[in-house]
Structures are given as structure tokens and as C-alpha cells.
């Protein structure tokens, strides 16, 4: 049989389709991470951190284009159930709130979605108590920016139905995956785990 050059052509772009699929950038060689996270608010009064909070923090920068609907992780999964029980258990006032899990692909800041958050606990019915945005990117290291709202009320008033103050906690920080990250607010906190996935 006599072969073409087009016969050629058309078997070199058969073999070179399955591996231009799986060329950089595309979801087949996206890493997959799982992100775990417990937020805790402190027993502190926001007066007595000696900081001088916004009066109008202003609302989460919402789009729901850029939410991300991502894969729960069922509590049995998860890697921080201890380190919550620890601060259910200290002596400091220090309350966990939310405590979640979750999978998905991490893309470059750009192109990443966010995850959204809210405790269970409400300042007024409808209204969390805290609730925000997480989203995780990466480029030379994984970054995490955090959007969290939370609710309270204003030190040195008496807490009335339906009246709190927002206090806002915006943040980007670098990290690293498995291990365990810290960061702090004087209202607030929050443990990061980030783990990669085969």
C-alpha cells in the first residue's frame, strides 16, 4: 500500500490528540486539592481589642459567576476534628463556628472561584453569624483570600433585637499544602489544612 502525505498527517494528529488534551492547562492535569478549614470567633468584646473598626465595612463582593460548586467532604473525612475539640475545650473563650471540607481544582487567581461559607449560628433569623469567601489559587505557591463577615454587638452598648455591628476580615496569605495554618484576627480565627489529591 503506497502512504500519502496526507495519510501521514492525519496519523500524526491522531496520535498528537490525546495528549493535547492532556497539555498544561487543562482539567485533566489541574491539581485536585481538599481544603478543611474550622473558623472560631473569640469570647472578646470588639471594644477591648484596642482597634478602631469601619462603621460601614461594606458587603461581600459577591458574584455568583465566580462561585465554585464544589464536592463536600463528610465529617468522618475530615482531619481537624480534633484541633475543634481542642478550642470547644480552652479555657480562653475561643468558639468554633464553622468547620468545613471540601474538593476541588485549584486554578491561577484569575480563573479561581470562590467557596462560600456561613456558620450555623445566627446573629437574627436569616442572618449568620459569620459567613464569607474562601478561595484557594495558585501559581508559584497556593494562596488562600479569605472575605469573612462577622456579626456582634458594638461594645459598650446592650445588645437590642435585631440590632449588631459587621465587623470584615479580608486576607491573603500564602501557603503551603499539608500543613496547618493559622490566621488570626482579634475577633476571630481560623485553621487551614490544604491536601493534595491523587
Known amino acids: 500500500m503506497k502512504i500519502t502525505q496526507p495519510f501521514v498527517a492525519v496519523l500524526i494528529w491522531l496520535l498528537l490528540v490525546p495528549q493535547a488534551y492532556s497539555a498544561p492547562g487543562s482539567p485533566s492535569s489541574t491539581p485536585w486539592y481538599m481544603i478543611e478549614l474550622v ?49 470547644n475545650n480552652s479555657p480562653e473563650g475561643l468558639t468554633p463556628v464553622i468547620h468545613t471540607a471540601w474538593r476541588q481544582p485549584v ?11 456561613k456558620s450555623d449560628r445566627e446573629i437574627r433569623p436569616g442572618i449568620p453569624l459569620v459567613e464569607g469567601m474562601v478561595k484557594v489559587s495558585v501559581g508559584r505557591y497556593l494562596h488562600v483570600d479569605l472575605d469573612i463577615l462577622m ?22 496569605r500564602r501557603m503551603r499544602s499539608k500543613e496547618l495554618h493559622y490566621i488570626d484576627h482579634p475577633l476571630m480565627g481560623m485553621l487551614v489544612l490544604i491536601t493534595p489529591l491523587k
Do not use: C
Request: net charge positive; charged share 25%.
Open 39 to 87: 473558623l472560631f470567633t473569640r469570647n472578646t468584646s470588639p471594644g477591648a481589642s484596642g482597634e478602631i473598626w469601619s462603621k460601614a465595612p461594606g458587603e461581600l463582593d459577591w458574584d455568583d459567576q465566580r462561585r465554585g460548586d464544589y464536592d463536600l467532604v463528610p465529617a468522618g473525612s475530615r482531619q481537624l476534628g480534633g484541633a475543634k475539640q481542642a478550642l
Open 107 to 117: 486554578y491561577s487567581r484569575n480563573s479561581a472561584r470562590s467557596f462560600y461559607l
Open 151 to 172: 456579626r456582634g454587638t458594638p461594645a459598650g452598648t446592650v445588645s437590642l433585637p435585631g440590632e449588631f455591628q459587621t465587623f470584615r476580615f479580608d486576607e491573603r
